[in-house]
């Protein structure tokens, strides 16, 4: 092969781009596994942060470290080797997992801005409904919404790609 060729070229640049797009997701995913376990930190060591708001980041949060401990890696590995390596079975569960967490975040997202929509909207409500003993079962229910949004695949409707 000619060390000029156009092939040679392109093959070079997707070397390069391999790297950068494989660098930039480790430095991400470190970043957001940092971040966000560091927000928990922070929160349980300070108890004028234990508010009904900040409960609701954590959740948001717990959702974002699962993102970057499961589906971050396994997208880097991939990346890496250039193929799938955890077959058809760990395709449908790392499928399952990412469409779960990244359906989890949007629904925190969800129950953030609805509880910031009471605070400011629906203010003599607020403490009524969004008490310190309600916000876990708000939480569990975002996941639970999240888990039957994700788990259809499972049963054959639709799939995961």
């Given at each position: 092969?000619v060390?000029?060729?156009?092939?040679a070229i392109?093959?070079?640049?997707t070397?390069?781009t391999?790297i950068?797009?494989?660098s930039?997701?480790?430095v991400i995913?470190?970043v957001?596994?940092v971040?966000?376990?560091s927000?928990?930190?922070i929160v349980?060591?300070?108890?004028?942060l234990?508010?009904?708001?900040?409960?609701?980041?954590?959740n948001?949060?717990?959702?974002?470290?699962?993102?970057?401990a499961?589906?971050?890696?396994i997208?880097?590995a991939t990346?890496v080797?250039?193929?799938?390596?955890l077959?058809q079975?760990?395709?449908v569960?790392v499928?399952?997992?990412t469409?779960?967490?990244?359906?989890a975040?949007?629904m925190?997202?969800?129950?953030?801005?609805?509880n910031r929509?009471?605070?400011?909207?629906?203010?003599k409500t607020y403490?009524?409904?969004?008490?310190?003993?309600r916000?876990?079962?708000?939480?569990?229910l975002s996941w639970g919404?999240s888990?039957?949004l994700s788990?259809?695949?499972l049963?054959?409707?639709?799939?995961?790609?």
């Amino acid at each position: 092969m000619v060390k000029d060729s156009p092939l040679a070229i392109v093959m070079a640049v997707t070397d390069v781009t391999e790297i950068l797009e494989s660098s930039s997701l480790a430095v991400i995913c470190l970043v957001a596994l940092v971040g966000n376990i560091s927000l928990y930190i922070i929160v349980l060591k300070n108890r004028r942060l234990r508010s009904v708001t900040n409960f609701f980041i954590l959740n948001l949060s717990l959702a974002d470290i699962l993102v970057a401990a499961v589906s971050m890696p396994i997208t880097i590995a991939t990346t890496v080797l250039g193929d799938w390596p955890l077959g058809q079975n760990g395709c449908v569960a790392v499928g399952f997992l990412t469409i779960l967490t990244f359906i989890a975040s949007v629904m925190g997202l969800a129950l953030i801005a609805i509880n910031r929509y009471y605070y400011v909207v629906q203010w003599k409500t607020y403490s009524h409904i969004f008490s310190k003993r309600r916000a876990l079962p708000f939480c569990l229910l975002s996941w639970g919404i999240s888990l039957a949004l994700s788990v259809p695949p499972l049963f054959g409707w639709a799939e995961y790609r």
